[in-house]
T-cell receptor, first 113, second 116 residues
Framework: KNQVEQSPQSLIILEGKNCTLQCNYTVSPFSNLRWYKQDTGRGPVSLTIMTFSENTKSNGRYTATLDADTKQSSLHITASQLSDSASYICVVSAWYGNNRLAFGKGNQVVVIP | DAGITQSPRHKVTETGTPVTLRCHQTENHRYMYWYRQDPGHGLRLIHYSYGVKDTDKGEVSDGYSVSRSKTEDFLLTLESATSSQTSVYFC???????????????FGSGTRLTVV
């Protein structure tokens, strides 16, 4: 069973609109949660990293939130641009272990003019 | 991506042949990783290295081996390629363990491998 579930699997939004992506996880004990953006044909690029004590972190038009009690995170994209078309991957790390990260399958976002 | 290079970017090979993928970094990071990415799956860890000649298995290591003779190079070898190993392979580097709060991963641009 995947420890990181993302929804929706895919969505299409109009340029200029906002959207929110969801990530639910079961990883425990929790250390940190990261959001990555992956453009087609490229490697993932880090957007945000949040620890247990952080509930919001922004990177330009991207704002991530974290509720460690309910084990949920969201990534909000404001005023979407065509360049936001990508897969957004939620990655969760446990507090122990030897480098095992739990990866979600990604939210595929397509921004249309 | 700056500081990390994967080669080749694309490769087609025949079933049963050995294949080696190379990851080269200029960041002097201690940790290096090999992942594979397949439709319907998140990135899955194949092997990782925590220093020169120090490597360990990930969750999908069967059929793969790795070597790290220098800090900057991490090689992934498919000993006898099979069609199930058709995938996109990503190398990643980090300054510290993946569970450390302060350190993210930097990923390479990937190698698309097709086994026919």
């Amino acid at each position: 069973k995947n420890q990181v579930e993302q929804s929706p699997q895919s969505l299409i939004i109009l340029e200029g609109k906002n959207c929110t992506l969801q990530c639910n996880y079961t990883v425990s004990p929790f250390s940190n949660l990261r959001w990555y953006k992956q453009d087609t044909g490229r490697g993932p690029v880090s957007l945000t990293i949040m620890t247990f004590s952080e509930n919001t972190k922004s990177n330009g038009r991207y704002t991530a939130t974290l509720d460690a009690d309910t084990k949920q995170s969201s990534l909000h994209i404001t005023a979407s641009q065509l360049s936001d078309s990508a897969s957004y991957i939620c990655v969760v790390s446990a507090w122990y272990g030897n480098n095992r990260l739990a990866f979600g399958k990604g939210n595929q976002v397509v921004v249309i003019p | 991506d700056a500081g990390i290079t994967q080669s080749p970017r694309h490769k087609v090979t025949e079933t049963g042949t050995p294949v080696t993928l190379r990851c080269h970094q200029t960041e002097n990071h201690r940790y290096m990783y090999w992942y594979r990415q397949d439709p319907g799956h998140g990135l899955r860890l194949i092997h990782y290295s925590y220093g020169v000649k120090d490597t360990d298995k990930g969750e999908v290591s069967d059929g793969y081996s790795v070597s790290r003779s220098k800090t900057e190079d991490f090689l992934l070898t498919l000993e006898s390629a099979t069609s199930s190993q058709t995938s996109v392979y990503f190398c990643a580097i980090s300054e510290s363990k993946g569970n450390h709060k302060g350190y993210g991963y930097t990923f390479g641009s990937g190698t698309r491998l097709t086994v026919v």
